[in-house]
């Protein structure tokens, strides 16, 4: 079979493993992170560029991508049927399965996760850091600029509501997907939580969903397939994204 495969480039090291295992013949595009972070009307916008550039002749497009913030949400399929993980975001497909993380992320509240991916694509990119979220509201500035731009009375303020975002986690979870090249990303997540005075873990990850998703294996319970002529939407339900057929043309 013949698949067209996009993907957030957080995921690269996997679905390049993945599609390199795989019987079917794949064409793949990575896009950048910081599509993540930007509001959900314009990811979608840009998913949607992205899905009516393909041209038919494939019999799936696969989407590496969770819902994100609802950045899916609406994304519709033109001639050929999309298959989507369901995942509310990226952690997911690096635990295996939606059930994994949720137990994980309760019993470890205040976690933040890192990976390969998270460490060397984690940053957006110049042309897409303008439309982010956390830039739009100053999360990235420093104090300097925040007093530059606020005066020395309320930059501090603002610095410490905005900018420190991180301020609720405790925790950084390194989690080992199997494809690192060595140990240094492992360390660099242990350096990062020392300087923050922060607990330490690792844990295996799973390469389950990224390897059902490049060999064609889509069980109902990890991934949605979406027909042509429908859209996806979010369910808001433990099913996380449903199929719907686009409304009649008037």
Same mark, same amino acid.
């Given at each position: 079979m013949k698949f067209c495969l996009i993907s957030c480039d957080i995921f690269?090291? =996997? !679905?390049?493993?993945?599609?390199?295992?795989?019987?079917?013949? &794949?064409?793949?595009? #990575?896009?950048?992170?910081? /599509?993540?972070?930007?509001?959900?009307? =314009? !990811?979608?916008?840009?998913?949607?560029?992205?899905?009516?550039? &393909?041209?038919?002749? #494939?019999?799936?497009?696969? /989407?590496?991508?969770?819902?994100?913030?609802?950045?899916?949400?609406?994304?519709?399929?033109?001639?050929?049927?999309?298959?989507?993980?369901?995942?509310?975001?990226?952690?997911?497909?690096?635990?295996?399965?939606?059930?994994?993380?949720?137990?994980?992320?309760?019993?470890?509240?205040?976690t933040y996760f890192k990976t390969t991916g998270w460490i060397e694509r984690g940053e957006a990119g110049e042309e897409l850091k303008q439309f982010t979220i956390p830039h739009q509201m100053g999360m990235d500035k420093t104090l300097d600029e925040f007093i530059a731009e606020y005066g020395e009375d309320n930059g501090p303020f603002l610095f410490e509501t905005l900018g420190q975002h991180t301020r609720n986690y405790g925790q950084l979870t390194f989690i080992e997907m199997g494809v690192e090249p060595d140990g240094s990303f492992e360390q660099r997540t242990r350096d990062d939580a020392a300087a923050r005075g922060w607990e330490f873990e690792k844990v295996r990850g799973d390469m389950s969903l990224f390897e059902s998703l490049a060999n064609g294996n889509w069980p109902e319970k990890d991934f949605l397939i979406v027909p042509p002529g429908h859209r996806l939407v979010a369910s808001h339900d433990d099913a996380i994204i449903r199929a719907e057929p686009l409304p009649a043309a008037s």
């Open positions: 690269f090291r =996997e !679905m390049e493993a993945a599609v390199k295992r795989s019987p079917h013949r &794949i064409e793949v595009s #990575f896009l950048p992170k910081g /599509l993540h972070d930007m509001k959900s009307a =314009e !990811m979608l916008s840009r998913m949607q560029t992205q899905i009516d550039a &393909i041209a038919p002749g #494939f019999d799936a497009v696969l /989407l590496g991508y969770g819902l994100c913030n609802n950045g899916l949400s609406g994304l519709v399929a033109r001639h050929t049927k999309l298959v989507v993980p369901r995942a509310h975001d990226c952690i997911t497909l690096f635990f295996g399965s939606k059930e994994r993380y949720a137990e994980y992320f309760f019993s470890h509240p205040g």
